[in-house]
């Protein structure tokens, strides 16, 4: 059963330009998280999603940020016109149900904007 | 809201010795999960342990346990027989029942010394 995975793994961006991270979670889990990990800080939540609905978005900053999790596909962290500031390490995770106590994180994506 | 506070930046230890990582945390919640979070050098968020408040005995997981204070809202970390293989980031985490997002606490960097 393969992991929660992401990509790029890595993704270099100017400012001004959009971010998309990708995340697909592991087989047969319907709830996705995003997290996001500023250097020398721990994980900070930005949004959580299930198939189609956004549940709770109260991490996500109010402009410039979105997120989808679609019937068919990954989930999508979408971040338009970078600034220096977002750089940063992207985590996701997913669980199969809610309430579940564990999430299964991803390698992460780590933003540089330049 | 709910807080999580690890007050040691760094510590280190001797291979095959015990440490004990420190966290607090503040919920006004009576529901409530701990976790323990390991970051190695790779970024992979790996879940160590976990504690749910209702049950009163400490989580144990082979050489990993905690000690669950709950008065005063206490969790630390107890790894004995040190291995070099712990050397990583450690997160204490906390989420509330009913919410699905994870707050963590800033981290701890272990050093394993051979």
């Known amino acids: 059963n393969a992991g929660v995975m992401q990509n790029p793994r890595h993704l270099v961006r100017r400012r001004g330009q959009e971010a998309r991270l990708r995340c697909s979670p592991m087989?047969?889990?319907?709830?996705v998280y995003w997290y996001r990990q500023l250097p020398e800080e721990g994980l900070k939540f930005m949004v959580y999603?299930?198939?189609?609905?956004?549940?709770?978005e109260s991490g996500m900053p109010k402009e410039r940020f979105s997120a989808e999790f679609p019937k068919e596909g990954p989930s999508i962290l979408r971040i338009q016109q970078v600034v220096r500031g977002d750089s940063a390490a992207y985590f996701c995770?997913?669980?199969?149900?809610?309430?579940?106590?564990?999430?299964?994180f991803g390698p992460g994506t780590r933003l540089t904007v330049l | 809201a709910q807080t999580v506070t690890q007050s040691q930046p760094e510590m280190s230890v001797q291979e095959a010795e015990t440490v004990t990582l420190s966290c607090t945390y503040d919920t006004s919640e009576s529901d409530y999960y701990l976790f323990w979070y390991k970051q190695p050098p790779s970024r992979q968020m790996i879940l160590v342990i976990r504690?749910?408040?209702?049950?009163?005995q400490n989580a144990t997981e082979n050489r990993f346990s905690v000690n669950f204070q709950k008065a005063a809202k206490s969790f630390s970390l107890k790894i004995s027989d040190s291995q070099l293989g712990d050397a990583a980031m450690y997160f204490c985490?906390?989420?509330?029942?009913?919410?699905?997002?994870?707050?963590f606490g800033k981290g701890t960097k272990l050093t394993v010394n051979p």
């Open positions: 995770a997913s669980s199969p149900l809610a309430g579940d106590l564990e999430q299964f």
């Open positions: 999603l299930q198939k189609e609905n956004i549940i709770d």
């Open positions: 087989k047969g889990h319907s709830h």
């Open positions: 504690q749910e408040a209702y049950k009163q």
């Open positions: 985490a906390s989420s509330q029942g009913g919410s699905e997002k994870l707050v």
